[in-house]
């Protein structure tokens, strides 16, 4: 049982948009950073949004990152082939004194 | 380029302990904390703890703390992850991931696969 809550799945047409939500805490996404992670098959992680929406150089600007309360989002528009993969938001957890992953949401591309 | 090479797959007894390394190279490694994070079959992320580039100071996440150590050899770049009293959860790939500040864990090594079995 993770400590941020994330829907197992998500899907869409190449072309189309994808929202992925990530639910949390006060103690954590409510009191600070959110992070977002891709994980293709086999690879180790990558990061994607920084500091709840920032893009590190490289990162292409259909991904992008909000936050609003205990709750976060990553959305990714004009879905590609490329993007099927599994998606982990974090964030640090004050109450835990540690850093806290969501379940992970596989995204498909139909 | 900024590079994370950990070793090589491990294959433990139950009971026994295992130490994974991460070699760090193309930026300076005391600036930045080194994390390890594990992931087993199917499942999500979890992170085990980290340690400081700088000062070396480490912190232990609850589930881990007593049988985890995370030390470094700051002269080698290389940080490392001791896991002891290995049972068959602890079969996981095993990351450490680079991190400075509030910028996430912006580069990772390429994992390291334990298999703990009788």
């Known amino acids: 049982q993770s400590v941020l809550t994330q829907p197992p799945s998500a899907s869409g047409t190449p072309g189309q948009g994808v929202t992925i939500s990530c639910s949390g805490s006060?103690?954590?996404?409510?009191?600070?950073?959110v992070y977002w992670y891709q994980q293709l098959p086999g690879a180790a992680p990558k990061l994607l949004i920084y500091r709840d929406n920032q893009r590190p150089s490289g990162v292409p600007d259909r991904f992008s990152g909000s936050k609003s309360g205990t709750s976060a989002s990553l959305a990714i528009s004009g879905l590609r082939s490329e993007d099927e993969a599994d998606y982990y938001c974090q964030a640090w957890d004050g109450s835990l004194s540690g850093w806290v992953f969501g379940g992970g949401t596989k995204v498909t591309v139909l | 380029q900024v590079q994370l090479v950990q070793s090589g797959a491990e294959v433990k007894k139950p009971g026994a302990s295992v130490k994974v390394s991460c070699k760090a190279s193309g930026y300076t490694f005391t600036n930045y904390a080194i994390h390890w994070v594990r992931q087993a079959p199917g499942q999500s992320l979890e992170c085990m703890g980290w340690i400081n580039g700088g000062d070396g100071i480490t912190r232990y996440s609850q589930k881990f703390q007593g049988r985890v150590t995370i030390t470094q050899d700051r002269s080698a770049t290389t940080a490392y992850m001791e896991l002891n009293s290995l049972r068959s959860e602890d079969t996981a790939v095993y990351y450490c991931?680079?991190?400075?500040?509030?910028?996430?864990?912006?580069?990772w090594g390429q994992g390291t696969q334990v298999t703990v079995s009788s």
């Open positions: 006060s103690s954590n996404i409510g009191g600070d950073y």
């Open positions: 991931a680079r991190d400075w500040m509030t910028s996430g864990f912006d580069y």
